[in-house]
């Protein structure tokens, strides 16, 4: 009688060949426990099995699961032992895959190569080198991958030598050999080797590219590009990349319309680029046009931008991430709180510092450097002071952001004895400490302190001032009345003076009236920076002030000749997330116009009973005083504060952030509004903040406000826009320290009633 086995056989190892193909399917999908489901349901398990199942543990981050059932199997093989060495290594777990390694019944090339491959990987390449020289068998696979660490390593010469003792040199050996002479700068020798290629593969081609973009040859790798063989998505990104990053904004805009398939990484590369060049729209068409976007995608177009000034369409962005559940990166939270800060949107900054809690980005000195910085601008210096608080061991730039907040809030005082603690913290100051430093003393009018410790920089702290440091001295004596010392240390300077020193000293003449010397500063300034806008307002208001009305027109027709444009200013309320706008004298946009203007109606009425009078040499236009007082009333800032009493509850501060200084006029008028209305308002402007609570501009309240916690969430800011364009948001605005709110905050006006009912 005779039994055949054979069908039976077949059926079975079909049978198992198909389950293993399921288990290995399932696994990529990352359903482990249904390929687990198929593996225990088999009727019968090959080795084939258990080693797809243990790669499936590993392949879905299990490395506990895939050893327990390792360790079950009855029978290994020698692929069984390799498969659980790379396992581990693909887990990172190096120090494993080694025990694993050394246990061993026997080793083949594989075993030793993805055990030199683990610690390449690992950056341990001196550990991989010790492993490959004691191979007892080494393929072309082996010193591949042993030169690729040696290239890691930036151990270019020793990777040269090792290439010359290999026995075998493949297309991959070749191509990482290009790969290290590029990365080391030697053009030649890599160029050398590609053209004794006897065979190049797409990989190679594209590394020829990217190193030749890589070395600033754009128009070399740019000519090998037009003779691939063959091109891929790969190569077409490199090439892309090579132009936007050297800002050939132009010819990377060509070349990306011609793309046959634009993957996600040249959009990325081309919004950057359209981005770095202020091409703001057409990074947003890019962007728009995406059918698919990763996290760097939208970090890049909030990025672009954040770097544009572009502040409210990064804030827009971010809500649309949020509604389409879209989770923000590490570096679109970090632009997010620039933008946060620039814009003094307080309930945006702190819902982005809930994600960095939430993902314990918190925990950096980095994140909390930015963190302190963007309460600071928000005007929040209790929740500032928490953060910087919050961290036994502060680096620098921490204490950097704080000594400047407290010396934007008008905090002179507290900012030096900070800098007393960061001195005996141990922590040396930096050229940036002494910014802030020297500004505090301007702000609280330490003139011989500030001296003091200018002259300290050198021969105590090794620090060289630069210009942003005679800046600082310029306006520390021009605030104090001292003009001539001012102008006398600007003649002194070592560098030649930019435009930030001679707007400090032009701030100075105007506040001390020095006109002729003013006038002197403002045409140096012109001729520093001819196209900034601001210089020729602040010449023209000197001709103005002194009735050279003839020299205005030539000033405005001098503009228009060069295509200088003023940008309007603006001002805007951010009330539970919607933004309202104000430009000067403009309501009837807004739909509760009507609201607005009976509500500046009253205040005027409370104003005048209060004892204002407007101060009219603050319009320096040719026109009649009823004119000039009418012009007043109408300032972007005090429409934004009128429609912030509107909406605001009462107890809640009124915050504003104006792009450029306060005028005089207005720095009285919202003493009066805060003293009739019983509010507090704090108005920052391009250069500081001013606190004001029942009246006086009083820059000390906010030390009361340090013993309690208090997170606003209501704000009022300003926004200035570029000069080539509509009044959009921008963080950069230029201003100059003139001083002229100093000398109004010690009035005493009589109290008033709250009638605003």
Excluded at 219 to 233: G, I, Q, S, T, W
Excluded at 295 to 323: H, N, P
Excluded at 608 to 637: I, M, N, T, W
Excluded at 687 to 707: E, T, V, W
Aim: net charge neutral; glycine share 8%.
């Amino acid at each position: 009688m005779r039994v055949r086995f054979i069908p039976y056989r077949r059926y079975c190892t079909a049978i198992a060949t198909s389950s293993n193909s399921r288990i290995s399917c399932y696994s990529r999908l990352g359903q482990i426990e249904k390929a687990r489901k198929v593996f225990d349901e088999m009727p019968e398990r090959t080795t084939v099995s258990w080693n797809s199942m243990v790669a499936g543990y590993f392949q879905n981050n299990q490395p506990g699961e895939a050893r327990k059932l390792f360790d079950a199997m009855q029978l290994r093989n020698l692929v069984s032992w390799n498969g659980l060495i790379s396992g581990y290594i693909k887990n990172g777990m190096v120090g494993e895959a080694r025990k694993v390694f050394d246990s061993m019944p026997e080793r083949n090339v594989v075993s030793w190569t993805s055990m030199v491959k683990g610690y390449v990987q690992e950056g341990n390449v001196s550990e991989a080198e010790s492993l490959f020289w004691r191979m007892p068998g080494k393929n072309v696979v082996s010193w591949t991958v042993m030169l690729g660490g040696l290239i890691q390593d930036g151990r270019v010469e020793e990777a040269r030598r090792l290439y010359d003792l290999m026995p075998e040199k493949d297309v991959v050996a070749r191509t990482n050999m290009i790969g290290g002479y590029f990365q080391a700068g030697w053009l030649g020798e890599a160029r050398e080797i590609f053209d004794e290629m006897p065979r190049r593969n797409v990989v190679t081609w594209t590394m020829m590219i990217s190193g030749y973009v890589h070395n600033q040859r754009v128009d070399v790798a740019r000519k090998l590009f037009e003779v691939m063989p063959e091109k891929n998505e790969v190569s077409w990104t490199a090439m892309l990349m090579g132009y936007t990053q050297c800002g050939r904004i132009t010819e990377a805009s060509e070349l990306f319309h011609t793309m046959p398939v634009k993957s996600v990484v040249a959009c990325n590369a081309m919004i950057l680029g359209y981005g770095h060049n202020g091409e703001a729209e057409e990074a947003r068409k890019v962007f728009d046009n995406m059918r698919e976007k990763d996290d760097q995608t939208w970090s890049a177009m909030i990025k672009v931008y954040e770097r544009i000034g572009l502040e409210l369409d990064a804030i827009q962005l971010f809500t649309l991430m949020q509604r389409q559940g879209v989770r923000p990166n590490f570096p679109s939270l970090i632009s997010l709180l620039s933008v946060c800060g620039s814009l003094a949107t307080l309930d945006h900054g702190t819902q982005i510092h809930a994600q960095l809690v939430r993902n314990q980005f918190d925990l950096d000195v980095y994140v909390a450097s930015v963190l302190i910085t963007m309460y600071v601008k928000c005007g929040n210096l209790v929740k500032a002071k928490q953060v910087f608080d919050r961290f036994s061991e502060k680096d620098v730039v921490m204490w950097n952001s704080i000594i400047t907040g407290y010396a934007q809030h008008g905090l002179g005082e507290e900012a030096l004895q900070i800098f007393q603690e960061m001195c005996s913290s141990g922590i040396a100051p930096d050229d940036i400490t002494f910014i802030g430093v020297l500004s505090a003393c301007s702000y609280s009018g330490k003139v011989e302190q500030g001296h003091e410790i200018f002259e300290t920089m050198i021969s105590k702290y090794q620090v060289k001032p630069r210009t942003p440091h005679y800046a600082c001295m310029v306006d520390l004596l021009g605030r104090a009345g001292q003009v001539k010392e001012a102008m006398d240390l600007i003649e002194k300077m070592p560098v030649e003076a930019d435009a930030i020193v001679w707007g400090a000293l032009l701030g100075a003449c105007r506040t001390h009236m020095k006109l002729d010397l003013a006038e002197v500063g403002a045409k140096k300034l012109i001729q520093l920076e001819p196209n900034n806008a601001g210089h020729y307002v602040l010449l023209s208001n000197i001709y103005a002030s002194k009735g050279r009305w003839h020299d205005v027109a030539e000033l405005r027709k001098m503009m228009g000749a060069r295509s200088v444009t003023k940008s309007p200013g603006c001002s805007w309320i951010e009330v539970e997330h919607k933004v309202h706008m104000f430009t000067w004298g403009e309501t009837t946009g807004h739909p509760e116009h009507v609201t607005i203007m009976k509500m500046l109606e009253k205040l005027g009425v409370l104003l005048r009973e209060a004892g204002y009078c407007p101060d009219s040499s603050f319009v320096l236009h040719d026109v009649d005083e009823e004119e000039k007082v009418q012009s007043l009333g109408y300032h972007s800032e005090k429409l934004a504060i009128a429609y912030g009493l509107l909406k605001v509850p009462q107890g809640m501060p009124i915050r504003v952030m104006k792009n450029l200084r306060v005028c005089g006029d207005c720095h009285s008028a919202i003493k009066l509004i805060a003293k009739v209305t019983g509010r507090e308002i704090i108005v920052r402007d391009a250069n500081r903040f001013h606190h004001f609570k029942d009246g006086p501009c009083a820059d000390g309240y906010i030390l009361q406000q340090m013993k309690r916690l208090c997170i606003p969430r209501f704000i009022v800011s300003t926004l200035h826009g570029p000069k080539d364009s509509a009044p959009k948001l921008h963080s950069k605005a230029y201003a100059y320290h003139d001083g002229s709110e100093i000398g109004t905050a010690g009035r005493t006006e009589p109290e008033f009633r709250n009638r605003l009912g």
